[in-house]
């Protein structure tokens, strides 16, 4: 280990500055004056019905855009509704010839809107775009003939999620003229009725035209219908930080991003103090100027960034950053408990996830809730065979169980790597007090869901889906995991070998962490490895890599982990015939294997052959080196993913932990300095100004969405959730169009919890916490023990009002 801290402390010394974060600002191949920005940004016409019906879906076209129901009395004339001699001008428009049976009949017909991008966006087959950016300027347009004036006609807009209340229909008389002639209607989208936020029209999908009072006959056709406005697209706020806090002595960074932000290069901003409720108190504690961090460019961002550094700010407390004439950041904590905070309740989300038992209310709050699925659940294969799995972690807004191995060789790592700083009691849940560190039992819990579906042969499962043949959950939609009607069944018949293998590797690092506090439980797991080892190595002809790579790289953890609890000679000369496997690295991130977590494991082992150990530390460090590179090009200093998962906060996360063990095994700074940009960019510091854990500060996201636990009598979304917020089915979209294209809205709103994106942050702050207990840290001031702040308890949901009651950016003149 002499060499790797003799390089480490050599890399500390000729870092003075722990990373290089004044970026240079990118370079613009044309220069981009207000008046070209503003026809950039400017928010484009959704088209519901002009010319043509085709849809574009991810599965090609479908003439499928116009639909009719009768939810009152008695109409006829709803079948037929699109027509050639309906139309304006073009092939089709929309034929009204209706008929009410019996008085105060009521009816709707909901379009559903071409996609003309980047003004709506489709996600998983639904076109969503957002009404309140059009309400400032913007109107609903359409040409109408016959008489339709005094027949109660109306129109709104409609979210189809299930958890949207309707729209109330907004009168058209007000708008219409008398005649039956083609007449052109304009109605104001700020006149329009569109107050209740449950109706949730940030992410609107249709157009709704219809009458709750109607009664004798309409005849009217309509035609060219689209929703315009000549105003800018809304914009999150400018000033950007990480909404939980720095540390006194770490580098302090926030940014300053709006498209329209023109020269603010140089400009003042400030530090001020904030009290416990985030209200600004006295005269600025420091100042200084921004600095230009990129140019507007409409490939990626599509924003002016800018940076405020102010690191000398280092007194423990709480702040604001203001940037005069436009405006100010939300309050954020400087203080030294800011990782230990972070992990409190990161980790605890596990808890939140758990299968086969009930959340106590003495450690679950308002999110307590009942046993859920403790009956013996039957395998797909054969469902005479049953098993008892009352463990493991349900994977994410449903009620199946993965195996998540990918996420217990991280989490059990950075565990090792900081051991000291973890107690029992820590994450107060129903294990606290039993000798054992609460993060040891959190991780057991879902290995021992891997126990209790390991075969007799030694072969491991552990998959746990609703239905035989997987999928979501049908019947179980918002009725609560107490409630849930769905069956399951251990997938049997859908087996993989290098899961499997995964799953020897798992048990076998639960044995050894185990060991020092629960010698009985370690041998327990130390004898499911061995049984899943000697099965692995007489199937290796069933290994089959799906996503590429070399299939033997889990073989290589496994014995890694085998090796460092049994000390087995049989086990290194496995670990020497596949030391020179090379993990698939996919742009900026290994993909889909495990060498790079046997590398970190065998480095980690005092016993360790120091060639190897050279060896692995080198190429781990060696291959995350590129990352400086790519985080430099970028105004926000992460990384972009090419290849998927776009923009989530889990891959960041998880990126954090990968910097964070190269800091430890190689000394070099840099590496943690790196680290920490990534967890600001997670804390809030992003494009969208949201902190991407929920309920842990001020403005983070407050509704995931997820189809069991999400129920009524919650009045929000329990702490430390981090959702994916990817671009589905769009992996590759630029942020500056996934960012225009509403994907903001859907998936601040309802994009899936998943164990899958909560583990690389959690091990990346257990690398840096100093192990507070979190009521020491309350009792000091830091995170206010009152509500929002007191474990357990929410914030408000920031969304409670819609997005277009915010602010807009103010055009600062050049």
Same mark, same amino acid.
């Given at each position: 280990?002499?060499?790797?801290? =003799? %390089?480490?402390?050599?890399?500390?010394?000729?870092?003075?500055?722990?990373?290089?974060?004044?970026?240079?600002?990118?370079?613009?191949?044309?220069?981009?004056?207000?008046?070209?920005?503003?026809?950039? %940004?400017?928010?484009?016409?959704?088209?519901?019905?002009?010319?043509?019906?085709?849809?574009?879906?991810? &599965?090609?076209?479908?003439?499928?855009?116009? &639909?009719?129901?009768?939810?009152?009395?008695?109409?006829?004339?709803?079948?037929?509704?699109?027509?050639?001699?309906?139309?304006?001008?073009?092939?089709?428009?929309?034929?009204?010839?209706?008929?009410?049976?019996?008085?105060?009949? +009521?009816?709707?017909?909901?379009?559903?809107?071409?996609?003309?991008?980047?003004?709506?966006?489709?996600?998983?087959?639904?076109?969503?775009?957002?009404?309140?950016?059009?309400?400032?300027?913007? +109107? @609903?347009?359409?040409?109408?003939?016959?008489?339709?004036?005094?027949?109660? @006609?109306?129109?709104?807009?409609?979210?189809?999620?299930?958890?949207?209340?309707?729209?109330?229909? %907004?009168?058209?008389?007000?708008?219409?003229?008398?005649?039956?002639?083609?007449?052109?209607?304009?109605?104001?989208?700020?006149?329009?009725? @569109?107050?209740?936020?449950?109706?949730?029209?940030?992410?609107?999908?249709?157009?709704?035209?219809?009458?709750?009072?109607?009664?004798?006959?309409?005849?009217?056709?309509?035609?060219?219908?689209?929703?315009?406005?000549?105003?800018?697209?809304?914009?999150?706020?400018?000033?950007?930080?990480?909404?939980?806090?720095?540390?006194?002595?770490?580098?302090?960074?926030?940014?300053?991003?709006?498209?329209?932000?023109?020269?603010?290069?140089?400009?003042?901003?400030?530090?001020?103090?904030?009290?416990? +409720?985030?209200?600004?108190?006295?005269?600025?504690?420091?100042?200084?100027?921004?600095? @230009?961090?990129?140019?507007?460019?409409?490939?990626?961002?599509?924003?002016?960034?800018?940076?405020?550094?102010?690191?000398?700010?280092?007194?423990?407390?709480?702040?604001?950053?203001?940037?005069?004439?436009?405006?100010?950041?939300?309050?954020?904590?400087?203080?030294?408990?800011? /990782?230990?905070?972070?992990?409190?309740?990161?980790?605890?989300?596990?808890?939140? $996830?758990?299968?086969?038992?009930?959340?106590?209310?003495?450690?679950?709050?308002?999110?307590?809730?009942?046993?859920?699925?403790?009956?013996?659940?039957?395998?797909?294969?054969?469902?005479?065979?049953?098993?008892? +799995?009352?463990?493991?972690?349900?994977?994410?807004?449903?009620?199946?169980?993965?195996?998540?191995?990918?996420?217990?060789?991280?989490?059990?790592?950075?565990?090792?790597?900081?051991?000291?700083?973890?107690?029992?009691? $820590?994450?107060?849940?129903?294990?606290?007090?039993?000798?054992?560190?609460?993060?040891?039992?959190?991780?057991?819990?879902?290995?021992?869901?891997?126990?209790?579906?390991?075969?007799?042969?030694?072969?491991?499962?552990?998959?746990?889906?609703?239905?035989? *043949?997987?999928?979501?959950?049908?019947?179980? /939609?918002?009725?609560?995991?107490?409630?849930?009607?769905?069956?399951?069944?251990?997938?049997?018949?859908?087996?993989?070998?290098?899961?499997?293998?995964?799953?020897?590797?798992?048990?076998?690092?639960?044995?050894?962490?185990? $060991?020092?506090?629960?010698?009985?439980?370690?041998?327990?797991?130390?004898?499911?490895?061995?049984?899943? &080892?000697?099965?692995?190595?007489?199937?290796?002809?069933?290994?089959?890599?799906?996503?590429?790579?070399?299939?033997?790289?889990?073989?290589?953890?496994?014995?890694?982990?085998? &090796?460092?609890?049994?000390?087995?000679?049989?086990?290194?000369?496995?670990?020497?015939?596949?030391?020179?496997?090379?993990?698939?690295?996919?742009?900026?991130?290994?993909?889909?294997?495990?060498?790079?977590?046997?590398?970190?494991? /065998?480095?980690?082992?005092?016993?360790?052959?120091?060639?190897?150990?050279?060896?692995?530390? =080198?190429?781990?460090?060696?291959?995350?080196?590129?990352?400086?590179?790519?985080?430099?090009?970028?105004?926000?200093?992460?990384?972009?993913?090419?290849?998927?998962?776009?923009?989530?906060?889990?891959?960041?996360?998880?990126?954090?932990?990968?910097?964070?063990?190269?800091?430890?095994?190689?000394?070099?700074?840099?590496?943690?300095?790196?680290?920490?940009?990534?967890?600001?960019?997670?804390?809030?510091?992003?494009?969208?100004?949201?902190?991407?854990?929920?309920?842990?500060?001020?403005?983070?996201?407050?509704?995931?969405?997820?189809?069991?636990?999400?129920?009524?009598?919650?009045?929000?979304?329990?702490?430390?959730?981090?959702?994916?917020?990817?671009?589905?089915?769009?992996?590759?979209?630029?942020?500056?169009?996934?960012?225009?294209?509403?994907?903001? *809205?859907?998936?601040?709103?309802?994009?899936?919890?998943?164990?899958?994106?909560?583990?690389?942050?959690?091990?990346?702050?257990?690398?840096?916490?100093?192990?507070?207990?979190?009521?020491?840290?309350?009792?000091?001031?830091?995170?206010?023990?009152?509500?929002?702040?007191?474990?357990?308890? !929410?914030?408000?949901?920031?969304?409670?009002?819609?997005?277009?009651?915010?602010?807009?950016? !103010?055009?600062?003149?050049?």
């Amino acid at each position: 280990m002499g060499k790797m801290q =003799s %390089t480490g402390l050599c890399a500390a010394l000729a870092v003075c500055s722990v990373l290089a974060l004044s970026l240079p600002a990118l370079a613009t191949a044309q220069e981009w004056t207000p008046e070209r920005i503003a026809e950039a %940004t400017r928010l484009q016409e959704i088209v519901f019905l002009r010319e043509r019906i085709e849809r574009q879906n991810p &599965w090609g076209l479908t003439n499928n855009c116009a &639909w009719g129901e009768v939810i009152g009395g008695k109409v006829s004339g709803l079948g037929e509704l699109l027509s050639a001699a309906a139309a304006k001008a073009g092939e089709c428009g929309l034929r009204l010839a209706l008929d009410a049976e019996t008085p105060d009949s +009521a009816w709707r017909v909901t379009l559903q809107p071409e996609l003309i991008g980047p003004v709506a966006f489709r996600d998983r087959g639904k076109p969503y775009f957002d009404v309140y950016g059009y309400r400032p300027q913007g +109107a @609903l347009e359409f040409d109408l003939r016959g008489d339709a004036k005094g027949r109660g @006609l109306g129109v709104t807009f409609a979210c189809m999620h299930r958890s949207a209340r309707p729209a109330s229909l %907004t009168p058209m008389d007000p708008y219409l003229a008398t005649g039956d002639g083609w007449q052109h209607v304009v109605i104001p989208i700020a006149d329009m009725d @569109l107050g209740r936020p449950d109706t949730l029209l940030h992410v609107a999908e249709r157009l709704v035209i219809g009458s709750d009072k109607f009664s004798g006959s309409l005849h009217a056709d309509l035609d060219n219908i689209v929703l315009r406005s000549d105003g800018p697209e809304p914009e999150r706020g400018p000033v950007r930080v990480d909404h939980v806090g720095y540390r006194p002595q770490g580098h302090k960074i926030g940014l300053v991003a709006g498209s329209r932000l023109f020269g603010l290069d140089g400009a003042r901003f400030v530090i001020r103090r904030a009290d416990a +409720a985030g209200a600004v108190l006295g005269e600025p504690v420091h100042e200084g100027r921004l600095a @230009l961090r990129a140019s507007f460019e409409p490939v990626v961002y599509g924003e002016w960034v800018y940076e405020a550094d102010f690191t000398p700010v280092a007194e423990p407390g709480r702040y604001v950053l203001e940037v005069p004439g436009v405006g100010a950041s939300v309050p954020f904590f400087v203080h030294d408990g800011v /990782y230990d905070y972070l992990f409190h309740h990161l980790a605890r989300f596990f808890f939140f $996830q758990r299968n086969g038992c009930a959340l106590p209310p003495a450690n679950a709050f308002e999110w307590a809730r009942g046993e859920i699925y403790t009956d013996p659940i039957p395998f797909a294969g054969d469902e005479s065979k049953t098993r008892l +799995a009352r463990h493991g972690w349900i994977d994410a807004g449903d009620s199946r169980i993965f195996p998540h191995t990918a996420r217990i060789g991280p989490l059990l790592l950075a565990w090792e790597m900081s051991r000291a700083k973890h107690f029992d009691g $820590q994450l107060n849940i129903p294990e606290s007090g039993n000798g054992v560190p609460d993060l040891l039992d959190e991780v057991r819990w879902h290995v021992e869901f891997l126990r209790e579906v390991q075969l007799e042969d030694g072969a491991c499962l552990g998959y746990l889906m609703t239905g035989r *043949r997987g999928g979501n959950p049908q019947r179980g /939609y918002d009725v609560g995991y107490e409630n849930d009607p769905d069956p399951r069944f251990i997938r049997d018949d859908r087996f993989s070998y290098d899961e499997s293998v995964r799953i020897c590797a798992s048990f076998a690092m639960m044995a050894r962490c185990l $060991q020092p506090y629960d010698a009985d439980a370690a041998e327990t797991y130390r004898d499911c490895a061995l049984r899943g &080892w000697d099965w692995a190595r007489a199937n290796e002809s069933q290994s089959a890599r799906r996503r590429g790579g070399d299939p033997r790289d889990d073989l290589f953890w496994a014995a890694v982990e085998l &090796w460092r609890l049994t000390k087995d000679p049989s086990f290194h000369a496995v670990i020497a015939e596949l030391a020179g496997l090379e993990p698939q690295w996919d742009s900026n991130a290994w993909k889909d294997d495990s060498a790079h977590v046997a590398w970190v494991s /065998y480095a980690l082992d005092p016993d360790a052959d120091a060639a190897l150990r050279d060896s692995f530390v =080198s190429r781990f460090v060696g291959q995350l080196g590129v990352l400086f590179d790519l985080s430099a090009t970028d105004p926000y200093g992460v990384a972009v993913y090419p290849h998927g998962w776009f923009h989530s906060p889990g891959r960041i996360g998880e990126t954090a932990w990968l910097l964070l063990t190269a800091w430890r095994l190689s000394g070099q700074q840099r590496f943690r300095a790196l680290a920490e940009e990534y967890l600001h960019y997670v804390g809030g510091r992003n494009c969208y100004r949201l902190c991407t854990i929920t309920n842990v500060a001020p403005q983070s996201v407050s509704t995931p969405f997820h189809m069991l636990e999400w129920t009524p009598r919650r009045k929000a979304w329990f702490p430390g959730c981090m959702p994916y917020m990817a671009v589905d089915h769009s992996g590759n979209l630029s942020r500056f169009v996934s960012r225009r294209w509403r994907d903001t *809205r859907i998936n601040w709103y309802f994009s899936e919890p998943c164990i899958g994106f909560n583990h690389g942050a959690t091990a990346a702050v257990m690398l840096l916490m100093d192990g507070r207990r979190y009521d020491d840290m309350l009792r000091t001031g830091a995170f206010p023990g009152t509500q929002p702040y007191r474990p357990g308890l !929410p914030f408000a949901p920031s969304n409670n009002v819609p997005w277009g009651a915010e602010p807009m950016v !103010p055009r600062v003149p050049g």
